[in-house]
């Protein structure tokens, strides 16, 4: 299968902005061993913004765009720096790719970014993506990455995309203030009262939260790929994905029949 897996800040730091360690080291273990299994990986990967407010000691996330983007030139270093190491552990060899919104839009540029990405997976590197934030604006940004880990897991036919999170999938009600939230472990279609109960917050250091994981799904199904939200808090549920068995929210892709 050829997957494409997105990694929250949530999933990759301390709230602190410090990296944590625990998640990051089992995930890069879980999906080398999926590589060596046969996959094809292309990991989209945020905390670029997270990581440079735990190197350079920020308090607290930036509100303002300069500081925004001089975090994320910092982090986006430290976090390769990071794969690269782990990766290399079991082998593998990480190719990072910074994308903006323009780089999706543009047809040319469209397809240099596709062209690189298929040559990349041939000669067996991991392509790690992320937006480009240190220059990325709102005019020319995606915005967030689970719109972003979309546009690529479609732009390259992947077979699925995982979305990896601080929670285990799609609830019927926010579970974190409703204790009677049960979790929907296939959606066919979005309803109006999803879009309505995920909400819009991400985390103090993340952008997302569950409406742009909707979003996002949305775009996959409309192109017939599958998505899955998991639990990045135990990247060993990867395993049971692979071994074909049902855990977290499943969004089917229209399939033409
Ligand atoms: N690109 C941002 C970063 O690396 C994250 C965006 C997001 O969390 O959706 O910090």
């Known amino acids: 299968m050829r997957i494409t897996v997105k990694v929250g800040t949530s999933t990759l730091t301390h709230p602190s902005g410090h990296l944590n360690i625990r998640h990051v080291e089992t995930l890069c273990k879980v999906l080398s061993d999926a590589k060596n299994a046969g996959h094809e990986i292309i990991l989209v ?3 670029a913004i997270g990581m440079g407010v735990g ?3 920020l308090t607290c996330r930036p509100q303002d765009m300069p500081t925004k983007q001089a975090a994320a030139a910092v982090g986006q270093c430290e976090l390769m720096y990071v794969y690269d190491k ?5 082998n593998h060899t990480v190719a990072q790719i910074l994308l903006t919104g323009e780089d999706l839009r543009d047809e040319a ?3 240099n970014f596709a062209n690189t990405l298929q040559r990349l997976l041939e000669l067996g590197a991991l392509p790690i993506i992320n937006e480009n934030d240190s220059v990325a604006t709102d005019e ?6 689970d719109t972003l880990s979309a546009l690529v897991a479609v732009s390259v036919k992947a077979d699925l995309l995982i979305v990896l999170t601080d929670i285990d999938g799609l609830y019927t009600a ?3 203030h409703e204790k009677n ?3 929907i472990p296939e959606v066919r279609s979005i309803t109006a009262e999803m879009l309505a109960s995920a909400g819009g917050h991400g985390t103090a250091l993340s952008t997302g939260g569950m409406a742009t994981k909707l979003s996002a799904a949305k ?3 409309e192109a017939g790929t599958d998505m899955i939200i998991l639990n990045g808090a135990r990247p060993n549920v990867l395993y049971d994905i692979l071994d074909g068995k049902s855990t977290g929210t499943r969004f089917i892709g229209r399939k033409n029949t």
């Open 140 to 145: 020319i940004g995606v915005g967030d990455n």
């Open 55 to 57: 190197k350079l000691n």
């Open 45 to 47: 990967s945020s905390g």
């Open 219 to 221: 775009v996959c199904m």
């Open 109 to 111: 540029r469209h397809r």
């Open 181 to 183: 939230a049960v979790l």
């Open 174 to 176: 926010d579970p974190r």
């Open 86 to 90: 782990l990766f290399s552990e079991y």
